[in-house]
């Protein structure tokens, strides 16, 4: 009697047809990303396409064929559209052909980097090297490749708690603190840093933000100010932060000021260069990041100014011993060998929150060898040289008035007509933002500069060219003049019933 079980596999039966699909799959992505320019930046998505997505869990197989066909029928034709050239909305990356590969390869092999001894840890432990040495951080720090610059804040500022406590926080929590621990950043710093303060338990009190000078810095006098009065109310105060390229409009801390405070006050310095640390590559932009090599910790993406596949982030920690002091925890389940798959010199589960970790290590490592260095050099000089082109445009145009200095790549101006208050502005700049993203001609995105609504060009994209800025501004001043001819004819606000409710637009 043959009693041999069938058993299952999720391998394909055929791997004929599943290496042919492959194969197509190459061909549509490379023709989709080569074509990209032709296609609008962004497109609203049809109704049809979200009831598509709405549909019953496939209990039954419906195969890797119609599953790629309804792929290509409801998923790839409406992007977010970052990849396109004329997207410069928040800061987002573009992504490459052979970083879309290197995913491919990484989800491949399939490796865990948490634990083990096995090649994939030697490429991210390689990748780190590179990093520290691209922005001329100590070679002695230690790291961990992330899911992106939030994440990396979160990494720095526990690694900062932990150190900075006078208690075991791993053991008591915070409920052994008997003072109050203070941080401190100025108002632009990005919102990672409230989500991290919350999730560490310290809580939103706990996050001083000092105002900034005309620059958009934070102003080092009233940081000491602060930190003097939380001192003398018995607080105890633990670390700065410091924006290499704020989101808002790209501005540098003086970080040698930030550095000097913190060495004297026996502060953590954390520096958040998601983009801006960037800065580092470029000899003509170097001296922005001039003292950034002087943090204890320093968070950035590769996902943004680097121009690869999401995710994928870094936090460096100066003093390797304050991150293993912070993460590492080895049960019996993943205690080290000498030898064996269960050896090897770095498990980097022990560095940071995860267990399981992704090979995101190898996007970095094939996307560097790929181009080298100063190619990456020459795209961050070009991008930011095209932000100076822009800021050129607009300060020509009588139309538009820009709204904040630009140090770097980001560009924030609105339209602006004499005769229209700030709220009528406003208004006026928030429609005007929706419906060019509706054009499909370029996407921007919004912020608040002292009070007032702006549209912000943040150029993080390899793909953009010095016409598609001249674009962008002939379609901004041509939907604004529509605007105001359109308001003029009403007399009434300028918002279409179909754009967003009012009260998001009264700022
Ligand atoms: C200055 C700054 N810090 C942190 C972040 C958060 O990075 P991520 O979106 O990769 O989590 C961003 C995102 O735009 C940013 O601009």
Redesign the pocket.
């Known amino acids: 009697m043959n009693t041999r079980i069938s058993e299952e596999t999720l391998d394909p039966e055929d791997w004929k047809t599943i290496r042919a699909l492959g194969h197509q799959m190459v061909d549509d992505m490379m023709t989709y990303l080569e074509t990209v320019r032709e296609r609008p930046v962004w497109q609203p998505i049809p109704e049809k396409v979200r009831e598509n997505l709405k549909k019953p869990l496939p209990v039954k197989p419906q195969g890797a064929e119609k599953t790629y066909q309804d792929f290509l029928e409801n998923v790839l034709p409406h992007p977010m559209g970052n990849i396109h050239p004329r997207f410069w909305g ?2 987002e990356g573009t992504g490459t052909p052979f970083g879309m590969l290197a995913e491919m390869l990484a989800a491949g092999m399939n490796p865990d980097l948490g634990a083990g001894h096995h090649v994939a840890n030697y490429v991210e432990a390689q990748v780190l090297n590179w990093l520290k040495e691209m922005l001329g951080y100590p070679a002695e720090a230690s790291g961990l490749l992330v ?5 990396a ?1 979160l990494i720095g500022l526990t690694v900062a708690r932990n150190t900075m406590a006078e208690f075991d926080v791993r053991q008591h929590g915070l409920q052994a603190s008997s003072r109050k621990m203070i941080l401190y950043g100025s108002v632009e710093m ?1 919102s ?1 840093f409230e989500k991290a303060v919350e999730l560490l338990g310290l809580g939103n009190d706990s996050l001083r933000k000092i105002p900034v000078n005309a620059d958009f810095q934070i102003d080092t006098e009233a940081l000491e100010m602060a930190i003097s009065e939380d001192r003398s109310k018995g607080y105890q105060p633990i670390a700065v932060i410091g ?1 290499a ?3 808002n409009t790209g501005a540098f801390d003086d970080f040698n000021a930030l550095a000097d405070i913190c060495a004297r006050e026996g502060l953590w310095f954390h520096v ?1 260069g ?3 640390a960037w800065a580092a590559l470029s000899p003509k932009l170097q001296h922005l990041v001039s003292g950034m090599e002087r943090a204890d910790s320093l ?1 950035f ?1 590769l ?2 100014w680097m121009y690869m596949p999401f995710e994928l ?1 870094c936090a460096l920690v100066r003093r390797e011993e304050d991150q293993l002091r912070t993460f590492s925890l080895t049960p019996d389940y993943l205690t080290r060998a000498q030898r064996g798959l269960s050896g090897g010199p770095v498990w980097y589960s022990e560095y940071g929150f995860q267990c399981s970790r992704g090979f995101r290590a190898l996007k970095a490592w094939m996307s560097i060898k790929e181009h080298g260095v100063l190619k990456y050099k020459r795209l961050i000089q070009q991008n930011v040289s095209q932000a100076r082109y822009l800021t050129d445009l607009v300060d020509a145009a009588p139309e538009l008035e820009r709204m904040a200095p630009v140090p770097l790549n980001t560009v924030c101006f609105r339209f602006s007509v004499n005769g229209l208050d700030e709220v009528a502005l406003n208004k006026l700049n928030s429609e005007l933002l929706i419906q060019l993203q509706e054009s499909g001609m370029a996407v921007l995105s919004n912020t608040v500069i002292n009070g007032k609504y702006v549209l912000r060009a943040a150029i993080t994209n390899h793909r953009s060219r010095r016409e598609d800025f001249e674009l962008l501004v002939r379609e901004v001043i041509r939907l604004g003049n529509i605007l105001v001819q359109s308001q003029k004819k009403k007399k009434k606000p300028v918002v279409r019933a179909r754009s967003r409710k009012r009260e998001e637009l009264q700022l």
Request: glycine share 22%.
């Open positions: 928040w800061v899911s992106g610059g939030s994440m804040n990005h990672s924006a390229g704020t989101v958040d998601a983009f801006g968070a993406d996902h943004k982030g």
